[in-house]
């Protein structure tokens, strides 16, 4: 088995991963993300350069495990139109072609409800319409539109992107899991993903606490009023007047408060998204949910272990009979 690469997606898990289980893999070395950025992402598209990554990686390559979710594109500039996206795959395959590639998806609209509540926490201002549809208000030739980039809901069509990296290691070698079924049952599937992997790891030194916790609705729009006095960190954001060191100072107060329980349950995915919108998404996302169903369909019925097969087919996974990912496509 040649390098474990985990390239995201955001908001399923990395933080736990990297923070909590990548580091206690004891039969592999774990690389912290700032070394995966510089071997990956430092570089322009044309100014990469596969030996110098692997000289940024270091001897003894296919020991390691990459864990950095920016690997499959931006969160809020959705990987550049998937140009990054592609791009990236393009250069770990270069790099370290015999690489294990872990890819995490999650319920689209689920992922673009934690998009925009990310936004929020990095600064933003914006209701969740104007985060996703925004560009929608430009003429089609406005400068705004290439510079700086936005929000891309074709982001979280994951099918697109599974495909390329089918192509380019095989499919055998691109495991893609759920992250509702991770969030299910942590120990669980854990234990299975180690197994599949070969990984050696005491999960009993585990930290299982959750990380990145949603905001409470007081909090949300505390977040949101509390961002008109920085100008930071997000792009497409308004100010009213830029106080130096209040994000930081906010967003600790933000983290206190919402870690005290006094103002309410987190928010869910229904709490924020109306029905016209979902509707709206929901039809958007059908065709490529339909072939990652069937893609992930495909993968349990190649995965001869049977370390993962009791997290599949839930939350309406498809039901067809399992082809092989180039029927996928």
Not at 84 to 89: E, F, G, P, Q, Y
Not at 204 to 222: E, G, K, V, Y
Not at 233 to 244: M, Y
Request: glycine residues 8%; charged residues 25%.
């Amino acid at each position: 088995m040649g390098a474990i690469v985990h390239i995201g997606y955001h908001k399923t898990g990395t933080t736990w991963f990297q923070d909590s289980f990548y580091p206690r893999v004891r039969n592999r070395r774990y690389l912290p993300r700032v070394t995966a950025r510089a071997a990956f992402l430092a570089s322009g598209a044309l100014h990469f350069d596969p030996a110098e990554a692997r000289r940024t990686l270091g001897d003894a390559a296919d020991d390691i495990i990459l864990c950095e979710e920016n690997l499959s594109g931006g969160l809020h500039n959705g990987g550049l139109a998937g140009n990054l996206s592609k791009d990236v795959a393009d250069r770990i395959a270069r790099t370290l072609p015999d690489a294990e590639i872990v890819i995490f998806v999650r319920d689209p609209l689920s992922a673009v409800v934690s998009a925009w509540l990310q936004y929020v926490k990095g600064g933003g201002t914006f209701g969740l319409r104007r985060y996703l549809f925004g560009r929608e208000r430009l003429s089609p030739v406005a400068p705004e539109r290439d510079e700086p980039p936005g929000f891309c809901l074709g982001h979280f069509g994951y099918i697109r992107l599974i495909a390329h990296y089918d192509a380019l290691f095989g499919p055998e070698r691109v495991h893609v899991f759920r992250y509702e079924h991770f969030r299910a049952d942590p120990r669980g599937f854990a234990a299975a993903y180690a197994a599949r992997l070969g990984l050696d790891i005491d999960l009993a030194q585990i930290d299982w606490r959750a990380r990145n916790a949603s905001l409470s609705r007081p909090l949300l729009r505390m977040a949101r009023a509390m961002n008109l006095f920085t100008r930071r960190a997000v792009a497409d954001k308004s100010w009213l007047i830029h106080i130096p060191g209040w994000y930081r100072l906010s967003r600790r107060l933000l983290r206190r408060a919402n870690a005290s329980g006094w103002f309410g349950r987190p928010l869910t995915t229904d709490d924020l998204i109306d029905s016209v919108l979902r509707h709206r998404l929901r039809a958007y996302y059908a065709p490529d949910e339909a072939m990652l169903a069937v893609r992930l369909r495909w993968q349990d019925e190649a995965d001869r272990s049977g370390t993962v097969l009791r997290w599949r087919q839930r939350h309406g996974d498809d039901d067809r009979s399992p082809q092989t990912p180039a029927h996928c496509r």
